[in-house]
């Protein structure tokens, strides 16, 4: 039984009256772009009380994970009802009450794959904030080649010894715990002796150095790992392997699909403060929107950009009827050209004032060089062409 | 509103319509009729008519099947991937729904299919119905029609034209314009067929001090843009769905030439360069379709805010064709140049089918002003 009403007007009105008795006032109403993420986890500062006690509010009724079931920290609900949920979050302008990547990755991995004690023991841990995951998938010898991963797990009965690197593990000088993909068999096929391994970042032997990119930021480490011992087991049935051992690719491509999927047509930039993008630019100044070629380039971006967001709805519908398999990568190959393009022309349309790190056009530059790696992480766009082209066109490979 | 993915109804609507048009009408068809002199095929449209698709959009109380928008957009994607050319566009879409609302006997001649249609709005290169100029002056309650309108697609086969004229005010205003709907034997008016390049029916028609009263005007006198934007954004949303199921079609023949086609000892489809460019294709042809669905949807059901949903499928459309017809003719190399090989047909159809209802400038400014740019 849930803890909210089934009846989709009783639940509506559940809904709204929790959010407005625990989201505090000074949380809801800032535009999504200047929102301060809640990431949870042992080593988080919250930037307020009020955000800590919207986590933990809304953790104690499983709505940091709507539609996990309840025994494992979710809400259970059902899609109608996650869809009430949501609207009623944009109508109150409440945040996301957690964001993590135990939330997005890990969690959908464990629900497909993991053993019901590796479920109980982690789920709830990330659905209350209070274990921060990173991911570590590509090392700096395997990048869009994902299989060819050489950081390797030998078999010391009781424990795996775990040595080598990974790259782009995002936050990972933050993380409390990594879900890494690591080699344990080396003579097997390059995709069949992997295993995808749940590893404590505090063990000894774990280091992390962020990178810094050329936006500036630092959201990517390198994670070193040396000698780290990680127990086969956390307790009873709690495997540090999730699915079989030597098939942890199969785990790794249910979670890229899945990853796939879930990338947008782009939010359009903090500068945007909750403006279309017509609104926007017919505000500036320097008759922005008389230059033909701006306004010719705006036209057809905001063309492709809505047909952008009906594609990801109808290719949403899909995916819950069925699902959309590999033609997923056109979603992200599509969507993330297309962010790109929209930043392309942010900073035409900022002119000098863009050029700035922190001028009047805010973080646009630094966002706009963010969004050069959309199209490379998670499987660049030549990855994905390719992925279409042989899986879903069947084109010939020789 | 309801969901973009096809429902079980509408499978079943596209198989049926893939099925028959597969047997019936595959672009061979067009090529007789090309080699005919013929824009349609008569005995093809009967058939079509007699499974309810001329009545797509009439009432059933009128002998319609009336299955909607949504559906017209089904059948005419599955027109465009064979170009089979009718009278569908205009008579079972543009003028069913102008006249929808208006008690009329024709309803049912339309939904039979022996009544054909033909809007005549554009009086120059470029589609704009409030730069209409030709005139329709007002003595009681009788009206004279002089002017000159072009590119009047099916004008030469048509047995009646609704025609766009001004009553009052100067062109470039939406106010003063009144829809006609007359009988296209009717004195003073003369039809030249127009030879396009898709070998389909245009005509340019003459109107020389035609007489018209009040019971030839559909709608308010003075308010005829209004008694036609709905049926243009019909007709432009089933010309999108046509340009995307022609692109659809288009693209399944170079995706199949790639598998078969081999150069330096290989597979041409092997080579990474095409395949990309396959893949961009495929990803274009998926994105445009769902903007297909999205304004039959809307037009269903909200019919009065379907302007930018309209406008964004044809649009897209109108670039997803001229990409994928362009790639076509490339792909297949010195064969896609040639009359005999069916890829010219689609890239001609593209070509005609971008300019006709507004091109791609025209539905982008239309964008542009619905959101506010």
Redesign the interface.
Known sequence: MSRFSTEPDLFRQEIASYISDNCSAELRGIPAGRREVCWGGKRFRFSSDAQRDWMNAAAAVGLTAPRWPEAYGGAGLSREQEKIFREEMRKAKAPSPLESFGLWMLGPALLAFGTEEQKTHFLPQITRGEIRWCQGYSEPGAGSDLASVQTRAEDKGDHWLVNGSKIWTSYANHADWIFALVRTDREAPKHKGISFMLIDMESEGVSTKPIKLISGMSPFCETFFDNVKVPKSYGEGISSIVGEQNRGWDVAKHLLTHERTMIGGGGGGGILGGRSLGDFLNSLEDGVMDDPVIRSEAMELEIDSLAMAMTMERYGDMAKAGGVGNASAMLKYYGTELNKRRYELLMSAGGAYATEWDGPFGSTAPEWLRTKANSIEGGTSEVMLDIISKRVLELPSK | MT???LTEDETMLRDAARGFLDGAAPVRNLRENRDQGRAFDTGLWKEMAQMGWAGVLVSEDNGGSDMGHRAAGILAEEMGQTLVASPFISSAVIAATALRNAASDRLAGIADGSLLYALAVDEGAKHGPAKTAMSAEKSGNAFRLSGRKTFVADGASADRVLVLARTAGSAGETEGLTLFDLDASRAGISRSAKNTVDSRDFAQIDFDGVEATGDDVVGEVDGGHAAIARALNAGQAALSAELTGLSAGAFAMT?GY??ERRQFD??I??F?A???R???M??EI??????I??AGRVLDEKPDESE?AVS?AK??ATKTAKLVVSEGVQMHGGIGMTDEFDMGFYMKRARVGAEWLGDYGYH??R??RA???
């Open positions: 969901t973009l993915m995706a790639l598998k290989r597979i489809g092997t990474q095409l395949q990309h396959a893949a961009h495929w990803s998926e994105v445009t379709a769902s903007a669905a999205n930018l964004i649009a897209r982008a400014a964008v542009a959101r506010g740019f």
